[in-house]
């Protein structure tokens, strides 16, 4: 029975992956690219249940030999505050702190050539098309002075690597078939949080944009954990107090049966 689940799951993921080479063959036959650029998802809609362990997206779509292409996914912004902890007295505190305004949540990338390759500095920032570059465009707010010793450069470092260790920011590579067809798997991971996520296909030939197109993502909670996930949000004080009730309720319980035992 064992390996019969496995051979049918190895199976399905053979003809998902046929289907969705046949449909780029066609299309390649059909579609007259030229300056305009086509690609595609798997999923566009991603339900989170309770049991969600994260979800495998595969992009796909043409190209053309003389065009290099990039994938950006982003979503949805959030300011996200980051911290340093100092020794005083002998304690601990969290003395220094930034928040980052609307820094999007997951980042992945894919590009046919390192994207330093394929597009100049100028571009790469003005678009924010990279970690680093993208991190240099947004608004910050923080409660001290930069010094030589305590750099912004340092702090955006510290952002970067521990959205990477979430598996939140990540490079993906992206697999050239035929200098016809383009396709890239993202893994959104368990921790990815509901919402609008822009995925963005760019066309670039010398090092310049020709065309740009866009799709979205939508990721979103289901079942119980989409009911109380809506009611934290529309009804917030009311949510807050019955957390406090079946704490107490919880307390209470546990207490009564700790004494009986």
């Known amino acids: 029975?064992?390996?019969?689940?496995?051979?049918?799951t190895m199976f399905y993921k053979f003809y998902k992956l046929l289907f969705l080479y046949i449909i780029l063959i066609v299309l390649s036959n059909?579609?007259?690219?030229?300056?305009e650029a086509y690609f595609d998802l798997s999923d566009q809609e991603i339900e989170i249940q309770t049991n969600f362990n994260g979800k495998e997206v595969i992009i796909f779509g043409l190209t053309e030999p003389q065009f290099d292409t990039l994938i950006t996914i982003k979503g949805p912004n959030k300011d996200t505050e980051v911290?340093?902890?100092e020794r005083l007295f002998g304690f601990w505190f969290n003395t220094k702190k930034i928040i980052y305004k609307d820094l999007p949540s997951?980042?992945?990338i894919a590009s046919?050539?390192?994207?330093?390759?394929?597009?100049?500095?100028?571009?790469?920032?003005?678009k924010a098309l990279y970690f680093e570059q993208m991190i240099i465009n947004l608004v910050t707010q923080r409660n001290f002075n930069f010094t030589k010793q305590n750099k912004q450069e340092m702090w955006n470092k510290n952002i970067i690597e521990i959205k990477k260790e979430?598996?939140?920011?990540k490079d993906y590579k992206l697999k050239i078939i035929d200098n016809k067809l383009f396709q890239t798997k993202v893994f959104f991971p368990s921790n990815t949080v509901p919402g609008s996520y822009d995925v963005n296909i760019y066309q670039i030939h010398n090092k310049v944009i020709i065309n740009e197109k866009n799709k979205k993502i939508i990721i979103k909670k289901a079942g119980i954990g989409n009911i109380i996930f809506q009611f934290a949000h529309n009804k917030p004080a009311i949510y807050g107090i019955l957390c406090i009730v079946f704490a107490l309720f919880a307390g209470l319980m546990a207490a009564t049966i700790f004494r009986r035992l």
């Open 1 to 8: 029975m064992v390996i019969l689940n496995v051979m049918e």
């Open 112 to 126: 046919s050539y390192p994207i330093n390759e394929i597009l100049n500095d100028d571009t790469i920032t003005k």
């Open 30 to 35: 059909k579609l007259a690219f030229g300056e």
């Open 166 to 169: 979430l598996n939140l920011y």
């Open 83 to 85: 911290s340093k902890k």
């Open 106 to 108: 997951i980042f992945f």
